[in-house]
């Protein structure tokens, strides 16, 4: 049986201390801190930085404006100098797919060819974002269509922040200079459940977060975002720490015998251990429950016992179940539980005092939904064998 493999080392550095020969530096995914170093290593003068900083940073991420020439309340030579030296780059849209549902899926193609997906989901009172933090996974969830895909790198932070500036793009989400602001968000929220495993990527998605949340520019709420994780343990309190998003666990089996053929992370980090992190998770409250995803697997994970052995299991865990059926793509191995069976499930979990709301499916004409994104055209596959050792099956 072979360890899950241990995360990648970050292998794109994001921040500028010397800015490039030759090469412009991308200020998309900057902090506050790395955009003024970035601005003093052009040669910005130490005293004017901050001031500089907040200009910059809210024509990028307030009026969504690409080219320094149009930054009119900055000096033509400081323009100049800015386009010398930076550049304020984007993910390239290759396609955007849109569902009967409404659901929209941009495949985008970003810095060595690579491609990842990102999903928006229009609802009736909110818009979600459904971001990838990686170009394949290190992990082999085997219901879950990335997880046959290698791990290719991880996402710069830019990259991540790249994702909700090109949805904006699409959705036409930036304001109009002199028009009545509209309040209305297209983008209400935004969950880090697309490709790959987040805390397996931490700095680059916490100073994406860090840049998202920010109170001028895209200023989402760090309540209005939602990091899903298959259970990396030494990164969750750190995720309560330093991001402060709200959190949501791949939980979906309820002994370790099925979870580690499920979630192979969890012969590294067994459920006991998993769920005494979630104890200790420093932001639970009622008002912030911790997630429990949960995938519904015909005759794998969905009898009556599961379900009560799940309730003990959670119990002193201010939460809420969120069951997700299962969504099938090519050669998947598994079957969706009858929607009885779910519905069963469901009322097991709501009587023991948990809101256990069913998700539905969104985008599966598009092979949109929760597991089905894996860039197609990205060759390097696992082997059989390496899925087979992880998962054990
Ligand atoms: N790597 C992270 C985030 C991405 S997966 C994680 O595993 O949490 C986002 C969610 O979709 C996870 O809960 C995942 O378990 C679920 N998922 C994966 N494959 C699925 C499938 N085929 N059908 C339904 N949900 C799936
Ligand atoms: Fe990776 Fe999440 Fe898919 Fe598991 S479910 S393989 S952790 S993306």
């Not at 910005?44 to 690409?66: D, F, L």
């Not at 119990?315 to 969706?336: D, H, T, V």
């Not at 009322?347 to 709301?357: E, L, N, S, T, W």
Request: neutral net charge; aromatic residues 6%.
């Amino acid at each position: 049986m072979t360890e899950p493999t241990s995360p990648i080392t970050q292998d794109v550095l994001t921040l500028p201390r010397k800015l490039p020969e030759g090469g412009k530096v991308n200020l998309v995914g900057l902090t506050r801190d790395q955009l003024r170093d970035a601005l003093i290593a052009a040669g910005t003068p130490e005293k004017q930085a901050k001031m500089r900083v907040g200009q910059v940073w809210q024509w990028i991420y307030h009026w969504g404006v690409r080219d320094f020439g149009a930054m009119t309340n900055l000096a033509k030579d400081y323009r100049a100098l800015l386009d010398r030296h930076f550049e304020i780059a984007l993910p390239e849209v290759v396609t955007c797919q849109v569902s009967m549902d409404g659901t929209r899926k941009y495949l985008l193609r970003i810095a060595g060819g690579h491609e990842v997906e990102a999903v928006y989901i229009p609802e009736e009172n909110r818009g979600t974002l459904c971001i990838s933090s990686q170009v394949g996974c290190t992990l082999t969830c085997s219901f879950c269509h990335t997880g046959t895909q290698k791990l290719v790198r991880n996402l710069t932070a830019g990259e991540i922040v790249g994702q909700v500036m090109v949805a904006r793009d699409d959705l036409g989400e930036w304001p109009v200079p002199g028009e009545p602001k509209d309040e209305t968000r297209l983008i209400s929220n935004v969950v880090l459940m697309g490709m790959g495993e987040p805390l397996y990527n931490f700095e680059n998605v916490r100073d994406a977060m860090q840049v998202v949340m920010d109170n001028e520019g895209l200023t989402l709420s760090r309540r209005r975002i939602t990091l899903s994780t298959s259970g990396v343990v030494p990164e969750i309190a750190r995720t309560a720490e330093e991001i402060g998003c709200l959190l949501a666990i791949s939980f979906h089996a309820t002994t370790d015998a099925v979870r580690d053929k499920l979630v192979p992370v969890n012969k590294k980090w067994n459920i006991k251990t998993l769920l005494d992190a979630l104890r200790d998770y420093p932001r639970l409250s009622n008002s912030e429950r911790i997630t429990f995803e949960y995938v519904m697997l015909k005759g794998v994970n969905d009898s009556d016992d599961d379900a009560r052995r799940l309730v003990r299991l959670i119990q002193g865990i201010p939460a809420k179940i969120n069951l997700i059926p299962f969504n099938e793509w090519p050669g998947s191995p598994y079957k969706r539980s009858d929607w009885e069976r779910i519905e069963a499930f469901a009322d097991i979990v709501y009587k023991a005092g948990y809101a256990a709301p069913i998700r539905t499916p969104r985008g599966e004409d598009i092979m949109a939904a929760c597991g089905q994104l894996k860039s197609a055209t990205e060759r390097a596959r696992k082997s059989k064998a390496e899925i087979d050792a992880e998962t054990g099956l």
